[in-house]
């Protein structure tokens, strides 16, 4: 498989993951209190959904890359040239 489409695939299955989980999480807080929904107001959703794209785009390069690096070990010697400069 491409190491970018795996990446993208990989970020979207995350993404989605995460706010599947994010959106049982606000149901299950909004039943037990009415009031959550006024608290989540105040946080611009734009930055929630923004670090959960980052989390999830952060969490599949490291499994991406890795995968890539175990396959191709010259490239790790090639890249930390960069690295340690």
């Given at each position: 498989?491409?190491?970018?489409?795996?990446?993208?695939?990989?970020?979207?299955?995350?993404?989605?993951?995460?706010?599947?989980?994010?959106?049982?999480?606000?149901?299950l807080?909004?039943?037990?209190?009415?009031?959550?929904?006024?608290?989540?107001?105040?946080?611009?959703?734009?930055?929630?959904?923004?670090?959960?794209?980052?989390?999830?785009?952060?969490?599949?390069?490291?499994?991406?890359?890795?995968?890539?690096?175990?396959k191709?070990?010259?490239?790790?010697?090639?890249?930390s040239?960069?690295l340690?400069?």
């Amino acid at each position: 498989m491409f190491f970018l489409l795996k990446l993208s695939v990989l970020t979207c299955l995350f993404y989605l993951g995460f706010t599947v989980l994010m959106e049982a999480a606000i149901f299950l807080a909004a039943r037990a209190s009415g009031s959550f929904f006024y608290v989540l107001h105040r946080v611009p959703l734009g930055f929630i959904f923004g670090v959960i794209w980052l989390a999830s785009f952060s969490l599949a390069w490291h499994i991406t890359y890795s995968h890539f690096v175990a396959k191709f070990p010259e490239l790790k010697n090639a890249s930390s040239v960069f690295l340690n400069h």
